[in-house]
Structures are given as C-alpha cells and as structure tokens.
C-alpha cells in the first residue's frame, strides 16, 4: 500500500499519480521513486485504487483512474462531473478495484488520473484518509 500527494496535472491530460509513501510492502513490489507495483511472481493480483482529489475553483468534470499495466491504458473509469461545490472547492473521489493477470517476470502497474477543469487543476487531498493504492496476490 502506498499514499499520493501530487498535483494531478493538465486538462484532459493522463497523469501518473505520485504514490510516494508506502505503508506496506512485502517482497519490495512497489517501488515509491518510479510509483510502480511489479509483483515478483506470476498470479492474479487484486489491484486497488482510491484518489481523493480537491479544485479550488473551475468547472472539473470527467474525471477518473486509470490502470495503465506496462505502460499501456489497461482500464479506465470516468465520471461526468463533481460531487460537490463548497464555497469554491470542488471535492470528489475516483476508486478502482480489479484483478489483473500479472507475469511477475517484468508485468507492472501504475495508476494515471485524468480531469477536465476550466482553471485550477485539480490535487491530491491530504483529508479523509488521502488517496491511496495497493495491489496483493490473491491467486497462485
């Protein structure tokens, strides 16, 4: 498991998401410099994602996670527009949960982020619990 804390870039443009600081990593599968998970043996693996993102200001809408799996979009979810306004803060979540066939000889995975906004780009929200990620092996 890992926690992010960047910015999450341009309009409509892909971002990796910075998962710097990691929680838990058994086998050292994640490395927190290159914000990768390359599992070091072949299975199913439960991969999981939760972004916790804030706009100071701006109309966000498409919003979402992506899987990118060696470097490629695996799978992308999107969500038309924000889930809420508070005095000029638009706050909202993007999750994925899946399983994913992994070689662990050189398979690795990466989370990117993307939203459409009319000014501030959206961040990372250090409240209520921040964003994370996390992959484990759930098959032999």
């Given amino acids: ?28 599968v994640y490395d927190p410099s290159t914000y990768r998970f390359t599992p070091n043996e072949a299975g199913k693996y439960f991969i999981s994602s939760f972004i916790n ?23 992308v979810f999107r969500d038309t527009g924000y889930t809420s306004n508070q005095s000029a803060y638009y706050v909202g979540s993007s999750t994925y949960n899946g399983i994913l066939d992994l070689n662990g000889t050189g398979d690795y995975i990466e989370i990117y982020w993307i939203s ?22 759930i098959i032999e």
């Fill in 53 to 75: 993102w804030y706009a100071s200001n701006g109309n966000v809408s498409n919003v979402g996670p992506a899987v990118y799996k060696n470097g490629s979009e695996y799978q």
């Fill in 116 to 137: 459409n906004y009319s000014s501030n780009a959206p961040a990372l929200n250090a409240h209520l619990g921040g964003s994370t990620f996390s992959g484990f092996k």
């Fill in 1 to 28: 498991s890992a926690l992010g804390n960047n910015a999450l870039g341009g309009a409509n443009q892909w971002t990796k998401v910075q998962f710097s600081t990691e929680i838990m990593d058994n086998g050292g």
